[in-house]
């Protein structure tokens, strides 16, 4: 098992993409190369894997645990600009993508993603492009904080931590996770801080994380730009981690099971719009007891998977 990331639900989501043995397949999320693996192990030496992460350092280490897999093509990127990542020929059989962050990245204090350690606000999976929290937090409206933190983590107490937020960086602008945290303590009242299952600043961390990544505005048309790459009968499988982003992933997927934007009072359809997937399972899988024991943090996932038609 990997130290770096341990792959949640892994045989379940790997058997739900059916691999066929000579098929060209894509791990939109590379991560530790969990997923990748078992897919590799399935593949002959005529079947191919493309492995896309954001993050040059999931990169490398994923590149180098399959180096003994001379079909593994890892690429530097977003998935979602699979379009011009993979070769414009090629048609998948399979993709899988396991959203989030990796348990290295939640681990490594200097990414600034964990309220447990004293970091800098980075929160950048790609260190390469684009602002960091601390950048965004002491640059950002108090309303645009305050909608950000609601929006992508329902929390209610949102408006009270941006007032503090903004209140605090008046006096020096906010460096570290430290201070974040801080700022949520002192927003949240104390009654209602003993009273919050997990940190209580669990969810603007996740908030302020979704936004510095863009990782939800960009799904429905990445995953419909991963869809539109798949051959006949290619299975895409997807893992969430929250509520917002299932959501959302399950909103695609059935928008691409029935796209006719028609008004039901017509007797057929005319805006020619068909279906581009089917479901391979209704609702969603959730990690086993056994996962569960052994892989707390699989706890939240969710395995929805669906075939190209
Ligand atoms: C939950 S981990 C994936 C773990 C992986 N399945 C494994 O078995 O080790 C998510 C990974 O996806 C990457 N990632 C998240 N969103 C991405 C995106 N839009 N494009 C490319 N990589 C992304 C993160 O950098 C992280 O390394």
């Given at each position: 098992?990997?130290?770096?990331?341990?792959?949640?639900?892994?045989?379940?989501?790997?058997?739900?993409?059916?691999i066929k043995k000579a098929g060209i397949y894509?791990?939109?999320?590379?991560?530790?190369?969990?997923?990748?693996?078992?897919i590799l192990r399935r593949l002959d030496g005529t079947g191919r894997l493309y492995?896309?992460?954001?993050?040059?350092?999931?990169?490398?280490?994923?590149?180098?645990?399959?180096?003994?897999y001379d079909n593994f093509i890892?690429?530097?990127?977003?998935?979602?600009?699979?379009?011009?990542?993979?070769?414009?020929?090629v048609m998948l059989s399979?993709?899988?993508?396991?959203?989030?962050?990796?348990?290295?990245?939640?681990?490594?204090?200097?990414?600034?993603?964990?309220?447990?350690?004293?970091?800098?606000?980075?929160?950048?999976?790609?260190?390469?492009?684009?602002?960091?929290?601390?950048?965004?937090?002491?640059?950002?409206?108090?309303?645009?904080?305050?909608?950000?933190?609601?929006?992508?983590?329902?929390?209610?107490?949102?408006?009270?931590?941006?007032?503090?937020?903004?209140?605090?960086?008046?006096?020096?602008?906010?460096?570290?996770?430290?201070?974040?945290?801080?700022?949520?303590?002192?927003?949240?009242?104390?009654?209602?801080?003993?009273?919050?299952?997990?940190?209580?600043?669990?969810?603007?961390?996740?908030?302020?994380?979704?936004?510095?990544?863009?990782?939800?505005?960009?799904?429905?048309?990445?995953?419909?730009?991963?869809?539109?790459?798949?051959?006949?009968?290619?299975?895409?499988?997807?893992?969430?981690?929250?509520?917002?982003?299932?959501?959302?992933?399950?909103?695609?997927?059935?928008?691409?099971?029935?796209?006719?934007?028609?008004?039901?009072?017509?007797?057929?359809?005319?805006?020619?719009?068909?279906?581009?997937?089917?479901?391979?399972?209704?609702?969603?899988?959730?990690?086993?007891?056994?996962?569960?024991?052994?892989?707390?943090?699989?706890?939240?996932?969710?395995?929805?998977?669906?075939?190209?038609?």
């Amino acid at each position: 098992m990997s130290d770096y990331h341990v792959p949640v639900m892994m045989r379940e989501a790997v058997d739900y993409l059916n691999i066929k043995k000579a098929g060209i397949y894509l791990d939109g999320t590379l991560g530790g190369g969990g997923h990748s693996e078992e897919i590799l192990r399935r593949l002959d030496g005529t079947g191919r894997l493309y492995g896309i992460d954001r993050d040059m350092e999931a990169l490398k280490y994923a590149t180098e645990r399959l180096k003994a897999y001379d079909n593994f093509i890892p690429i530097h990127g977003n998935f979602r600009d699979v379009d011009i990542l993979i070769p414009e020929d090629v048609m998948l059989s399979g993709a899988i993508i396991d959203l989030g962050v990796s348990s290295h990245q939640l681990d490594t204090p200097k990414r600034g993603f964990s309220y447990h350690e004293e970091a800098p606000l980075d929160m950048r999976m790609d260190r390469s492009s684009g602002i960091t929290a601390e950048e965004w937090l002491n640059s950002a409206s108090e309303d645009e904080i305050a909608d950000t933190i609601y929006k992508y983590s329902d929390e209610r107490w949102a408006k009270r931590i941006a007032e503090k937020i903004v209140k605090m960086r008046q006096e020096s602008p906010l460096k570290t996770t430290t201070e974040l945290v801080r700022a949520v303590d002192m927003a949240i009242p104390k009654a209602v801080r003993r009273n919050i299952q997990g940190h209580p600043a669990k969810r603007t961390f996740q908030a302020v994380r979704i936004k510095i990544n863009e990782e939800l505005d960009m799904l429905p048309s990445a995953i419909e730009s991963i869809v539109n790459r798949l051959q006949i009968g290619g299975r895409l499988c997807v893992i969430t981690f929250h509520s917002i982003e299932d959501r959302l992933v399950k909103r695609t997927i059935n928008y691409l099971r029935n796209p006719c934007s028609c008004s039901p009072n017509v007797p057929i359809c005319t805006c020619g719009k068909q279906p581009k997937l089917k479901t391979v399972f209704s609702g969603v899988k959730t990690p086993t007891q056994e996962e569960l024991e052994q892989n707390p943090r699989s706890s939240s996932a969710k395995l929805r998977a669906a075939e190209r038609v």
